[in-house]
Each structure stands twice: as structure tokens, then as C-alpha cells.
């Protein structure tokens, strides 16, 4: 089992930084993807960000040239660094890891990001 602990939600005024940070632990697998993704009320969850094992990343259109996803093998954590937010960023966002099959698939507690205009 592998357990995914989020953390870094809170409330920023738009235009503003928040650096959200995933712990994982326990039977991390070598060959992995990690990924950000958020949920909006009464929107269906969505991607932000993922990344490889091997440091290739992806992003959604919406977060380009604003978001980065990064992180650290040591330490089996990744982080999204998140600049010039929106009022539409608003959301809960969850950190996941997954084989590149999908066949295992994890997901944190989600924490809340809130863009106050």
C-alpha cells in the first residue's frame, strides 16, 4: 500500500503563490508517475499536472507557464508550485501515484486551495 499526505492548501489573493507539497510512504514502486489534480464544486476532477519518474512532465492548458510540477526521489515527494492564481483555481486539489498502467493508483486526502478576488 502506499499512502499520499498533501499539504500546503489554504486561502491567496489572486495574482498570488502557493506551494502545494505530497508525501508519499510506504510500497512506492521504482517506476512511477506522480500528478496533481483538483476538483471544483460541481465539476467533475481534472488534471494539473503529472510527472515522471524520469522528470518528464505534462500540464493542462489552464495552468501553463503559471504552475510547476517538480520533485524529489529522496524524498518521495512532489510539489506544485502554483504563481499568478486565479479565482478559478479555486478547488480541492489531490495528489496522485500511479504505475504508467494505471494497474496501481493512489490518491491523497485532497486540501483546499482558495483564490479570493
Known amino acids: 500500500q502506499v499512502q499520499l499526505v498533501e499539504s500546503g492548501g489554504g486561502l491567496v489573493q489572486a495574482g498570488g503563490s502557493r506551494r502545494l507539497a505530497c508525501a508519499a510512504s510506504g510500497s512506492i514502486f521504482r517506476i512511477n508517475i506522480m500528478g496533481w489534480y483538483r476538483q471544483a464544486p460541481g465539476k467533475a476532477r481534472e488534471l494539473v499536472a503529472t510527472i515522471t519518474s524520469g522528470d518528464t512532465t505534462n500540464y493542462a492548458e489552464a495552468v501553463k507557464g503559471r504552475f510547476t510540477i517538480s520533485r524529489d526521489n529522496a524524498k518521495n515527494t512532489v510539489y506544485l508550485q502554483m504563481n499568478s492564481l486565479k479565482p478559478e483555481d479555486t478547488a480541492v486539489y489531490y495528489c496522485?501515484?500511479?504505475?504508467?498502467?494505471?494497474?496501481?493508483?493512489?490518491w491523497g486526502q485532497g486540501t483546499q486551495v482558495t483564490v479570493s478576488s
Open positions: 496522485n501515484l500511479r504505475s504508467t498502467d494505471w494497474s496501481r493508483d493512489y
